[in-house]
């Protein structure tokens, strides 16, 4: 996948993607890791976790220019040539009106940045397989891939629902606010799109309190939910209204983006006084990381009492810039990892509901620390848990290998919840679910050459891990 060298004044680096890439590097398990593989590279893709916005897909207009494909709505992207000292706005975020071939310049002319990469991977797989495009970045090349890649764009089978079936994807779940009309869900549904393209609840917003816009949020659920939310009872009512309005549209899952894995309920008065403390603007630091972690726990009971999924990514302290948060918003790169303890935190919530058979809670961390220590053994026991795959800055080809030899040992294959691409970029979706197919695949391989494991096991296990356990996850329960 990497640049061939030049060897002539007038050659130009050119891209191409090694059959082989992310498989093992010794012989005999990697011709192991290529049968696996083979198995697993056609399969659908369940994207279940993501933020791609539904209304790409229900309006299925064409992609405006490359740029506003590939590098403004991608942090992973835009990050690291940021961190080179590239104005954020040279990429176009947070300008309204970008010079989107200026951007694509800046892109190319920084393309060495993403070297050792997954981004790099990601970025090579679009461009050569999804655009079929052979020529590296560079400051020479810019305005002729602009160009190629602009033509493509213009192309009926560019578009996104064109492109969502030539990549395999059987669903995909997008990540909505309660307070969101799901009328692009409303819309695929009416194109029979319903089923295809589902939503996911995430309520952060609402159960924040600290958040400057959290007292407009809640009068906006009341709005919405068409319940009154000047009471903490109001609110869990229009929470459970609205979780109900997703599973109409078709969502299988909640999300969780908190920065502690804290379960810890209060009691009913003392929720109704720190929630009443909250509309009157007076709520504490203390009291609202208390409601945070109330809330997980009631977000775990209404799930054991509607069967959605629930997913949980703590760990994360979000907008680390004020001034970059001010000035262009959230998701721009700058939240980042911190240490997060589950033993004792997810302790509430799992006495609670851990072996209840309506709960699946899924997992998912960016400290790697809790990996062997914390969250193989939890999964290994209470029957809700489940392991999320690795997110984020886990989510390549390193942290892919680390996280099945830091858990399968203890919680096995099974216990885990299959592939999440969490991408808000579209053309990296099937970039992001071939990497994590090769490195399972060269995992099974090492264990059949180890004499751990037989080669039909690992076959089957390799399509069970890419298709049959999300399948399972994220079924609807019966009845």
């Known amino acids: ?112 940045l993403f070297r050792g990469t997954p981004s790099r991977y990601w970025l090579t797989h679009e461009l050569v397989d999804v655009f079929g495009v052979d020529t590296a970045p560079s400051e020479a090349t810019a305005d002729q891939l602009y160009d190629e890649l602009t033509a493509r764009l213009a192309e009926p089978a560019f578009r996104p629902r064109a492109l969502f079936e030539r990549f395999g ?66 609110y869990l009512t229009a929470l459970r209204a609205r979780r109900q309005a997703f599973i109409a549209a078709g969502a299988l899952a909640t999300d969780h983006g908190h920065e502690s ?8 008065a003392e929720a109704r006084r720190v929630y009443a403390a909250a509309l009157a603007g007076q709520v504490t630091p203390a009291d609202a990381a208390a409601f945070a972690g109330h809330m997980l726990f009631q977000m775990a009971a209404m799930s054991c009492e509607d069967g959605l999924v629930m997913q949980l990514h703590p760990g994360v302290l979000r907008d680390h810039n004020d001034e970059a948060h001010r000035r262009y918003g959230p998701d721009r790169g700058f939240d980042i990892p911190v240490a997060v303890e589950f033993t004792r935190s997810l302790r509430p919530l799992l006495q609670s509901f851990g072996r209840h058979p309506a709960l699946r809670l899924i997992l998912f961390t960016v400290d790697e620390t809790v990996h062997t220590r914390e969250l193989a053994p939890l999964a290994g026991v209470y029957p809700a848990v489940r392991l999320g795959a690795p997110w984020w800055f886990l989510d390549s080809p390193d942290g892919l290998r680390r996280f099945r030899a830091a858990v399968t040992e203890t919680a096995g294959f099974y216990n885990t919840a299959g592939f999440v691409d969490d991408t808000r970029a579209f053309a990296s979706i099937p970039a992001r679910h071939d990497l994590a197919r090769r490195i399972d695949a060269g995992h099974l391989a090492g264990l059949v050459a180890g004499g751990l494991l037989d080669l039909d096991e690992a076959v089957e296990t390799a399509v069970d891990l890419a298709y049959t356990i999300p399948r399972e996850v994220y079924a609807r329960p019966a009845g």
């Open 1 to 112: 996948m990497w640049d061939s060298l030049a060897t002539g004044a007038n050659t130009v680096p050119q891209l191409h993607l090694d059959p082989d890439r992310a498989l093992p590097p010794d012989p005999a398990t990697r011709e192991l890791a290529r049968t696996v593989y083979a198995q697993t590279r056609s399969l659908p893709l369940l994207c279940m976790h993501g933020h791609v916005d539904a209304a790409l897909l229900a309006d299925d207009t064409p992609f405006g220019d490359p740029a506003g494909m590939l590098i403004t709505p991608d942090h992973y992207v835009t990050r690291l040539i940021h961190a080179a000292g590239v104005p954020l706005e040279a990429l176009g975020v947070g300008t309204p009106d970008p010079d989107s071939r200026a951007i694509w310049r800046t892109f190319c002319a920084n393309w060495r």
């Open 261 to 268: 894995a804290d379960t810890t309920p209060l009691s009913d």
């Open 169 to 234: 994807i059987e669903v995909l779940a997008t990540t909505d606010s309660p307070l969101d009309d799901l009328d692009a869900h409303a819309r695929l549904a009416a194109d029979g799109w319903g089923s295809r393209v589902i939503p996911t609840f995430r309520p952060d917003a609402l159960v924040h309190l600290a958040r400057p816009s959290w007292i407009a949020d809640v009068a906006a659920l009341a709005k919405r939910a068409d319940v009154a939310t000047d009471d903490y009872d109001g």
